[in-house]
């Protein structure tokens, strides 16, 4: 074998290394203990423009800095919180001062910064407010929003 082949190879173990970690097999689940989960109705609330409703992110604001975003299924009443499986998206960008949509939809979420339908909201001051939207009918979503450390 070449040193060029032996050299890539290395490379190539060492990359699956960090990706999949030593001994797992499996990418490492993120700690979402702090979690501050909340489930949205299927196809989102009555009476709220456009059907958003502004997620509550417990006692950390959400200012300027790079967020994950949780989302698992919370059953048909909305109950199963936190959820027994999720999927991460992100890291997003959000900013102090910004409304941002946040849709559930089929294959995933789709993240809008002042989306037109937000504008019927209050301008957040020097914090960012997110507005979630479950597009799927078929059962409640809960979701959860943390900030990614760098």
């Not at 502004?54 to 048909?76: H, Q």
Request: proline share 9%.
């Amino acid at each position: 074998m070449s040193v060029r082949l032996g050299f890539s190879l290395a490379l190539g173990f060492v990359f699956l290394l960090m990706m999949f970690g030593p001994s797992s097999g499996a990418l490492a689940q993120p700690d979402i203990s702090q979690c501050n989960w909340h489930s949205f109705r299927p196809g989102g609330a009555t009476g709220q423009p456009g059907g958003y409703l502004p997620y509550d992110p417990g006692k950390e604001i959400i200012r300027t800095g790079y967020y994950m975003i949780y989302v698992g299924p919370a059953g048909k009443s909305g109950t199963s919180v936190p959820p027994s499986t999720w999927q991460a998206y992100g890291p997003y960008r959000l900013e102090s001062g910004f409304r941002y949509a946040l849709d559930i939809i089929p294959d995933g979420v789709s993240l809008y910064k002042e989306a037109p339908i937000l504008l019927q909201f209050s301008k957040p001051g020097n914090w960012a407010v997110v507005y979630v939207l479950n597009r799927r009918h078929d059962q409640f979503y809960a979701v959860c929003i943390l900030r990614k450390e760098p």
